[in-house]
């Protein structure tokens, strides 16, 4: 018997030093500018301690005030411009690594998908705010 969980792997090369993209990734004030998955969403607060065991969170709410959530758990490891592991507050596992190809970072994350909702449509959403990530760091001067 296996204990293997399913994973989703997704991925994007944005235009930027990696410099620029940790800082964008990793930064409170630009995580609400960038995390969501389209225009109707959009995040309303975010905190961000990038450290092993530092914790996380991102609030997530429909613009008309419909739902909303938190998005929050605690870093497991993080290699500066490299990696950054973490787990979910509900158990799941998330690992996102950043590599430099050329003048582009490529970042790829693998996530454990949660059980309520089907993988594709997880993979759609999870795509959605990396692609919308990549604009905004790709919009960003400097």
């Not at 411009?81 to 430099?100: C, N, P, S």
Request: proline share 4%.
């Amino acid at each position: 018997m296996t204990t293997e969980k399913t994973t989703i792997t997704i991925q994007t090369s944005i235009k930027a030093a990696i410099e620029k993209v940790w800082q964008l990734w990793s930064n409170p004030a630009d995580i609400t500018k960038w995390s969501t998955p389209s225009p109707d969403w959009h995040t309303t607060k975010a905190e961000n301690d990038l450290r092993t065991g530092g914790k996380f969170l991102s609030r997530m709410e429909a613009k008309d005030g419909s739902f909303g959530f938190d998005f929050s758990g605690v870093y497991d490891q993080v290699k500066t411009h490299q990696q950054m592991d973490y787990t979910l507050d509900d158990g799941r596992k998330v690992q996102i690594t950043f590599a430099v190809q050329g003048s582009e970072t490529t970042i790829t994350q693998t996530f454990e998908p949660e059980a309520e909702n089907p993988i594709e449509m997880q993979r759609e959403g999870w795509q959605a705010i990396l692609n919308n990530f990549k604009q905004y760091a790709e919009a960003q001067k400097g």
